[in-house]
């Protein structure tokens, strides 16, 4: 099926994804010479705050200079000594009343500043990113805790940006694959009706391969939802880990005979015997989309094994290929539900959808792992291939 037109550049981390005025080191405040549209909102945050520590600051000098003033008043009348040093007791009494709490208030407003600016620049970013903006990025500045705060808040903005930006490419991708087989089918009817074709049971069966087509992507979507929300249907029961591979193995033994790619299952001597709490169904989908993305990027002469190995608390599946392998920096997104089909790691995704590009099979088969309590991982090598790895405990409640 063709590819979507759109070509997504791969995921980079929140320096990448900065604006181009963070990374040239610009005013962080301005973009192309204009201020952000929330900038507005930042000085009046920062006013805000202002003010209302000018008050309170305010009525403490008050009371500091008053208290001191009286104090010195008392102090003079009280050592005597003529008017003249009453005077200068008191006029030093007063400058010390003063000279204090002014440099009080300079050290306070400088230390106000560090903490209102990057504070302010944190909560009118947030603003931002609660309208929508993901590009927003907070310039890390003021102590240690306020850079480690903007560093957190900027990774989590390039995290939520990635986000958006493959729900954008998934809704655009599953639009796509619908569309394509929807097109097939009304042409075929269409031309059905109006005569051009004949009801041939060529034509009704590359009709119907179309609508299977379209229920295995509402199948995977279903699934998904399902498997996210907690409320994928299981069905337990004791199963033979070695058998399940076996059966894998001669579901694919014709596809992989055309290939010319072999097909082994190793299950060593503790393996044999060894029965988990699972879905069989579930476990045979799982390690079925393995096998089928294995085979699909295995070259010809090339081989696919099937492994069992028991582990503590449980055991250990594997399907490892001698395959193309996958980019390093792709492995830690391949089982992301968004992840854009323009990137290669997305095309082991799609195979075990049924072949949908919707990027949906790695999502489903993490979701069906992580539903027995289990983990699945991933470790490959350009040009020397690919090993998937699921963990299952021994026995999981229903």
Not at 52 to 69: K, S
Not at 355 to 382: K, N, P
């Amino acid at each position: 099926m063709q590819e979507s037109p759109r070509d997504h550049p791969p995921h980079s981390d929140w320096h990448s994804a900065s604006p181009r005025w963070m990374r040239a080191g610009q005013n962080p405040w301005m973009q192309n010479g204009a201020p952000p549209p929330w900038w507005g909102r930042r000085r009046r945050h920062q006013r805000a705050l202002f003010l209302r520590f000018v008050g309170v600051f305010g009525v403490i000098v008050l009371l500091v200079v008053g208290g001191m003033a009286l104090l010195a008043w008392l102090f003079s009348r009280w050592v005597g000594g003529g008017q003249q040093v009453a005077t200068l007791v008191w006029l030093s009494g007063c400058g010390l009343a003063l000279a204090l709490p002014l440099l009080a208030l300079v050290l306070a407003i400088r230390a106000f500043r560090g903490i209102t600016t990057p504070l302010a620049d944190v909560m009118d970013a947030a603003n931002a990113m609660a309208a929508g903006d993901f590009s927003v990025r907070v310039a890390e500045r003021g102590s240690p805790e306020f850079r480690h705060l903007a560093r957190s808040f900027n990774h989590m903005a390039g995290e939520l940006q990635r986000a958006d930006q493959n729900r954008r490419n998934l809704m655009a991708d599953v639009a796509h694959e619908l569309r394509t087989p929807l097109h097939i089918i009304q042409g075929n009817l269409e031309g059905v009706q109006d005569g051009v074709y004949q009801p041939t049971p060529e034509h009704i069966a590359a009709t119907l391969e179309e609508t299977r087509l379209l229920a295995r992507l509402v199948d995977d979507l279903r699934t998904l939802s399902l498997a996210e929300a907690g409320h994928l249907p299981m069905h337990w029961e004791r199963v033979d880990v070695a058998e399940l591979l076996h059966d894998v193995a001669t579901s694919f033994s014709g596809q992989a005979e055309t290939a010319g790619v072999r097909l082994a299952v190793e299950a060593p001597a503790d393996a044999i015997g060894l029965t988990i709490t699972a879905d069989p169904g579930r476990l045979d989908q799982v390690i079925g989309n393995l096998v089928a993305n294995a085979l699909r990027h295995t070259a010809e002469g090339g081989t696919v094994t099937l492994a069992a190995a028991p582990v503590e608390g449980g055991v250990r599946l594997t399907v490892a290929d001698t395959g193309q392998g996958i980019p390093p920096e792709e492995l830690p997104y391949i089982f992301d539900r968004y992840w854009s089909r323009s990137s290669q790691a997305a095309s082991w995704s799609d195979e075990g959808a049924g072949g949908t590009g919707g990027g949906l099979g790695l999502a489903i088969a993490r979701s069906i792992v992580e539903a027995h309590g289990g983990r699945i991982d991933v470790v490959s090598q350009m040009r020397r291939g690919t090993a998937f790895t699921i963990d299952l405990p021994e026995s999981q409640a229903g």
